[in-house]
């Protein structure tokens, strides 16, 4: 997150960390190096993380119990001082301890969403109560009841590096379509809009089960092996099965294919993994509109999160294979001011 | 169009023609071929064609002076009688007449955009005179200044074949890309909201030189030869020189440089005949927007012009290289449930 | 299938018909066209045919009630004699009258596979009984319980068009991987037989909801909005909730990961509609005995079926952008030296 | 190979070095840097390498005539302690020696198939020699008669990096495609099974001209320039002039053409280098074979050589595009188990 | 060629024919079907071809034994008139009489380049025999004694369709690709003339046995099997052996796989068939040289060759995906001023 | 340039400096990084840069005003000893001064091309005003006569990279290619040689504006924006309508539609971001010689500017994926020779 992270009392961020202080803070160890200087003695170089950074960290002189008494992918308690060296800030530690599971508060680990969490559910629920197919708005309801899969889509990333890759991305992702969904159906009367949001909605579902999001972000082996197309076609066939308690009707065949056929078509093209193409009006507007969101959300933060004031440009991207325009000093909003 | 042709006075369209009617109208001639029958007597071959169809004519035993009379690409005054043959109506001709040029109506011969051509122009007007930038406002009156650019503009289509493809289609597909990127824009702050506006306006002027659309749609040698792209960042270099008559300033460079940009980058790959990848957030935002626009207007339209009830698909359409879903007989509607 | 339909007892096929025959038989109409000759008068062209070929035929002189008897896709029983006309032969019909639903002999107007569909359902199962690993076996034991799959598993092709296109194809397809399978796995220790087999068991299984079998080989919609790799982890997820009532045990989730896995990735790349690329030693390896097979008997069958010996080729085939190479008349056991 | 290195008495691997071990023994120097220290001494900084691993190794204080006494690729009798820096191991030296050529023995330097190479090549000539076509045996005979190609075919790894990338590996690549053909053919009967089995022996002939395989692998530059494919038609177009002193015939010009094509082709793709694409069923039967075989190698031997227990996939593998997955702990063994 | 065919005293070339006269000739028959008309008469649909042109014939009323008098294929003695009949002319047939073998004129029935073959291949010879290299020498006069070689070479086309696709087509291409190489070779200085000019002569030289050119273009099993590319090493490695009768020396190593890299990479890359990419300064000459005289070539000749006067653009050409611009009536000279 | 440097008096560049050296220079900083030693001192570690190369330099005990006295990009006037440290050259510095802009001159910074730039100057003038075409000859002379273009078309690379990347470059690969057309275009006759001469001279004109090549090599914002290409037709334009003057006719619309036509699609394809296609002969024509230019002079350079004699081979080469063959150390003239 490019916003400086709010700092709660007493916590000490990496980000915030300068040369000379003395801290006692618990940190998630990354990485876990034991090593010899060259007189033999044995001493551990640590990473040392929380949301808002990492830094190295050495402990000299240490015994097996100590190299012993935690692993990489613990949260340690530790004790140290910051000091610069060749160039970059480094901790000496003192004392190390881990923390015994589910002690560390998690939401000082990883990246979170600056939007309220608890607004954009609300505002999840506001669009799928008001779906005016019976069964859509059933089927929403199946979902929105079983608290676990709430949870889950209220805390899943949208991503692991590409965009919304933090706490909160998901919902948020899927709101802002659900918007942008909404706004855009009236000027397209013969797209079915309930249909369209439903399918806003579940495009994404299986992320849930995809991607892994306690201490950092990844991949699932259901994630790599199966992927979130197919499990959320598996959750969906979970879920329709329970609307006709709600309806008293069977959920309409076809009704139940084309949602399918918008959560494994969404990526648009066989090589980006979607087994089949979009071929109803509401999937090639999903599929759009979700490249819309992601690659504007993409754009906007390697934009605002590149601190090189000397440069126009943004480092090349691999995976975008392109650098990004930043412009003037000013920015564009300098171009269009009134005062000129 | 799908709609039927709105019949006027006295006209008789080639898809209102009958077994056995006696025909005295205009028609374009788009192929002419001299045959000879078996006993060696001359005839013509003709295609005779108006924005409805077309429909095959012969005229018997002609001498030369008939068939000097006319080319193919004229606009005949036919006399005739219509007769089944072969399972397709023909026309019998007793008498053809080329029309002098400009003697015929074109809106009889080319597709046109269903909706009302000055109220899309004046929603435009409407967009383009509300920019808050100064200097994207001087330069979009520039080009509505501009009477010939402005008659090109609401007569071009967007596409000869994909898109759009009658008359208005450009104006119709530019004003709903700034209807719907003016509901995104406040979704997404970090866009320049002028600045893609005025970027949806100007990425297509270039196909009013591209193509031709005078007697049928098609492209000219400089659209061909050059592109609408490049044409388009012409258009706008002779535009831009008279905005400081309007705002008494140069305009600024760095925002022309975004807007060519926006211009050039907006097939959003090489493959698609940009020369430049989208490189700023207006860029990628333009593409997708316009991408959605084209794709969700093509499929659509192919969903309501197939007349085939037999299926629940639509033919194979070799550029998108996919079927349609039509779905049932009473479409999605009808899966929505019980009183709808 | 290149050998001649086996003939029965009255049945006159297609390919049987001769200049001057009389005909009374049964024939799927595919296609119907009302035409007019020179005079006005309509007649009737369509088009007959079963598993050996198709026929061109016309009515002449039809009235309505004729005419609104029947439509494209019945089954025909026709009265008529056979006519050479421009170098092809025709049917001349004297009467048609609609065969009412079910009384048509599916097999005579469907290619059939060769081999006997018993004895191969007989190997499938002693494959599958004979699994070593218990939860696999019990997997296999449902399928098989279930009627409704087995009927269809052994009747559905192997696909449309290219490669086993024929009723029983898929099983011949399955029985022959799985021989090619049990045969190769010796070879290869680390490669896990059992599941191996189970994979090529599995790996199609979508075909018999993706196909459309009946009178005419096609696509289901639920095939060509979902695909048969996706309905195929549907059905495994439909039966493997019944193994622990055979086993008393839950089936384990990583090897149920690993067989959805190898259902997903078996065409080997996403170009081929894969949404994941195989990542076990059991999903490249079925994945390429797969394309063996396929490959194998589509090179094989495209030889075998081309009568023309004036070439040592095969005509062009798009599908696979090549040409096939015959060789010389005797084949090639013919090069090999005359003392054989 | 993962098997650990067979111990010879007195050899010390790389693999064997520990912390504090006294060393005098011949290891292949395969990078040699002279440095200065911060006093301006200079010291060699080498890399010595034998068929179980590198280490470092460091020579302080070095004059002209020790640094000019060998070369990287030389190999070295050296004399040192090994001991613990920075987290790795490294050889401070007393001495090297530049051993003569031809000193060495290789075997110790190069990794080697596990497999007995005389049972392999015993394998070989079992198939080869029970051809019933009477040329495709006499061509093989002829290859076999040939000792020079027989020493290199038994030594040519079949790979420098990807599959069976070790000494006596082309042996047993091609040995275990014609088990496979043998087994597979039967199921195919119209596939020519002799003709298949040559086209096995002699698809990669040309690696024994295209790769060198002395001191470590690479490519020789006739290999580079032509390629094995090309080099392999030229190998047969020597040999196969011989023939018909055993046969009394003329090899028969279409077999030879099917040879050079099962040769030439078995790439499969253009893009993999085949500059014919294959149009013989045995052809594309070669060439999906040699793919699964290739394949599955590559995929078993990185699980198994992939040391990190923390995680069910190994890393990220760049030609093949992906990461691949280990499983649980005990393996997919396990989930088989009975004991369960 | 789109000169007009030179005419022989005596010879009617199809494209002279016109609507009354009455013909003598012999033609190449292309096509031979049988047909009855109406009363169930038999008659034969022909087509007879020459290099100028093709031309439907029709003999009515055959029997047998001239039905299997001839085949397509075969060269026709043919008496008969000439008419129109439906916009085309035909050739009304009333006796037709299979040419033995070797009595037709071959020039007659395959296009010719237009230049003087002799002075071309003299001129080859001129480049050839002063080539500097005397191992490049001497082996040039080894192909040049060879009398069947320079025959074949001499008459091949350099293709079967796209350029030079006429007899002395391969000549009248390499020999350009001399000169041009004659003249670029002095601006880079450190391109080896030499050996570019030997790869000119050798790049193509297996067409003469990949194509057939006796009655008409098309490619010969070896061609389709192995290519012109292997070919040509092939041919190559038969003359190089010769050419130390006259050097005295063998010839170098290093020199004859520089040859055979320039002759396989000729293509420039994979996807057009060159087993390897150009890895010397000569063969990435070799290649640009070879693509931009066949290239060029081709687009002179489609837009020479494009009668329609009605558009300034040629018909879509599929193998190039685009239509060439031809420009004014008058030709780009016209642009070039009024005085000239 | 593989050349050394031409010595001027007094100057020490960076290829020359020894181990050592006391050195009093200008240098061009190119990087600059601030860092703190064990006892917390803070040094300046900088990377000076001629155009013979770059050394890492120190400053130690730095105070704030020195640190904020010059940045990155800055010429510095530098006093310091050159000494061996860990195998690399450095640069002890005692004191550094930032040189007042302009006061540098730039040869020393920037590559040269080893060519007489006035000379090749002269050569374009030569070829430009011989030209035949009124039109085109008047309009090299309004750009010869714009002293600011010159002046930069005279300076400019190439290329920031690839080919012809030193001061000069883009005059010297123009200059080489109007040789090279004038050498070939006599042997293409239908071929327009003042229009490709025409081409030759703007298809790269834009790359004036598209590069900067002050203090090193880049990309300028409108480079990356807009791009070479569509730059060059924007500067056609403003020369365009000055040819009036000198010839009294406006320039014909055709022959402009032809230059922009050559500029826009040189690159032959889209995926090298041409949005056109080459649809002329000359078009297609200055793309395949451009390209043999390029490609040549990257190979020749890559080859003769490859120190490692160890290698029979150029190390790879990422942007042409491949290794090129240097071959035997004496090199090709030595294989011709006949003193061998």
Known sequence: MAAPPQPRLGRRFVQQLADGDNVEEVYLCTDKQMRANRNG??????????RTGAI????????????RSFEAGDFLQVKGKVQLFQGALQMILNAVERLPTGKADLADFLPHTEKDVSKLYERLRFFLLRLGN???RALAECFLMDQDFVGAFCRAPAGVRQHHAYVGGLLEHVV???????????????????LLLMGVFLHDIGKVRELTYDRSFGYSDEGQLVGHLVIGVEMLNEQV???????GERFPTELLLRLKHLILSHHGTYEFGSPKLPMTPEAIALHHLDNFDAKVHRFTRLIREDGNEGSTWTPYDQSLDRRLFKGGRDGPADENGDGE
Request: net charge negative; no cysteine; hydrophobic share 35%.
């Open 41 to 50: 003695n044995l001493y551990l170089q640590l990473e040392l993380r929380d």
């Open 56 to 67: 190295s960290a050495r402990l000299w002189n240490v015994g097996e119990p100590v190299i």
């Open 134 to 136: 019976p069964h859509l």
């Open 176 to 194: 802002t379509l659900m918007e942008g969904a909404d706004r855009l159906a009236p000027l397209y009367p013969e797209i079915d809009r309930d």
């Open 241 to 247: 099965g329970r609307t006709s308690d709600l309806t």
